[in-house]
């Protein structure tokens, strides 16, 4: 499985983007999609995953309430929506992927990773 993820960019405190996770192969159904993020000088922290189905996520407690995570397996994209952004926020967020029927928030759970897109929010 490749991953390409996209929809970084700059905003302002308060503001939304939405990222997007394009997965390669055929099998992207199998897996549990989640999303990470790395700010510089810290490690990569748990966002938020969801499982093959799209019935069940989880959410790490920074950004529980305000992003959310969905799927669309006929297009094999994966998104995290970002809304009332904060500087706190600002990070390269990673999307991964797991074949499992549960979520893990393990980095180490997770075979395939993607290339990471920035996001900054600025104050």
């Known amino acids: 499985v490749q991953l390409q993820a996209s929809g970084g960019g700059l905003v302002q405190a308060g503001g939304s983007l939405r990222l997007s996770c394009t997965a390669s192969g055929r099998t992207f159904s199998s897996y549990t999609m989640a999303w990470f993020r790395q700010a510089e000088g810290k490690e990569r922290e748990f966002v938020a995953a969801?499982?093959?189905?799209?019935?069940?996520?989880q959410y790490g407690a920074s950004v529980k309430g305000r992003f959310t995570i969905s799927r669309d397996n006929a297009k094999n994209t994966v998104y995290l929506q970002m809304n009332s952004l904060k500087p706190e926020d600002t990070a390269i967020y990673y999307c991964?992927?797991?074949?499992?029927?549960?979520?893990?928030?393990?980095?180490?759970?997770?075979?395939?990773w993607g290339q990471g897109t920035q996001v900054t929010v600025s104050s």
């Open positions: 991964a992927a797991e074949r499992t029927l549960v979520i893990h928030t393990t980095t180490s759970r997770y075979d395939y």
């Open positions: 969801i499982v093959w189905s799209g019935h069940a996520t």
